[in-house]
């Protein structure tokens, strides 16, 4: 198996890392979600970042699917919904998570500089935390990771 | 003075008061948020929180005041824009602060459950948070707090 492209990877992240591509082809920093449900195994939506596109510092990948399918529930809590995103959530997109109480998160490459998870002030592992998802690291991490180190790269 | 009355809140505090109390009146938690240009001194968005109205779990009041004047000024970074908000930052909000560049965040009632600047992952503080914005908290703190408190003792 070729180790850069790991073909194990799961049809969402695949998916999630599809969608990154696509952001990447805007100018946006390529990260990518898929918001599925976890009952029925159905992509409810899936969306790139869109931070310079829309001119909104809140559009990252993960906020813009939870809250699109929250506007498709007309239910603010997002239950029994797994996300798949290409980069580990920021302290924002992490919150966010929370409050839709998304049940299981699993993400590509860990961000050190950025990641709100595994990183930075652990948002899920806060006493104040009100409900934490499962959370699985490292998914598709290389193909996430060569995606953001080739779109840093060409704007240097 | 009126302890419970503070009239020497700023003009802005009082406009987020009065934008909390129209939040609550639609049975949102009762929390308002004002974007003022920093140089003019204009007003350039006010808003309470959506959550429900909006079955957006993303929809706190000082999201949408980024989302707002970020789209109106059709730039992701609102450098020179100062924030009012009756209510401490939860860390999603004050991730998006930090992102935004928001230069200045005054704040009313201190949120020990789920406040995110000077409680909880106290976000400006991580050695990760690449902007800071200067923050002033219980600004206004008396009348904030005694909304919130009237609200969740009514609902109980």
Do not use: W
């Not at 906020?63 to 529930?73: G, P, T």
């Amino acid at each position: 198996m070729d180790e850069d492209h790991d073909i194990s990877v799961s049809p969402y992240m695949r998916l999630a890392l599809e969608t990154a591509r696509e952001a990447a082809a805007d100018g946006e920093v390529p990260v990518g979600a898929v918001l599925v449900d976890a009952g029925t195994g159905d992509v409810i939506v899936t969306a790139g970042n869109r931070v310079e596109c829309d001119s909104d510092p809140t559009a990252h990948a993960e906020m813009i699917v939870i809250r699109e399918a929250a506007n498709l529930r007309k239910d603010a809590r997002l239950n029994g919904c797994d996300l798949y995103v290409t980069l580990e959530p920021c302290p924002m997109c992490a919150t966010a998570i929370s409050f839709a109480r998304i049940r299981r998160v699993y993400f590509g490459a860990f961000d050190p500089k950025g990641g709100g998870v595994e990183n930075g002030p652990r948002i899920f592992d806060q006493p104040t935390c009100h409900h934490r998802p499962d959370v699985y690291g490292g998914i598709g991490e290389s193909d996430a990771a060569a995606l953001l180190r080739e779109f840093f790269a060409a704007r240097r």
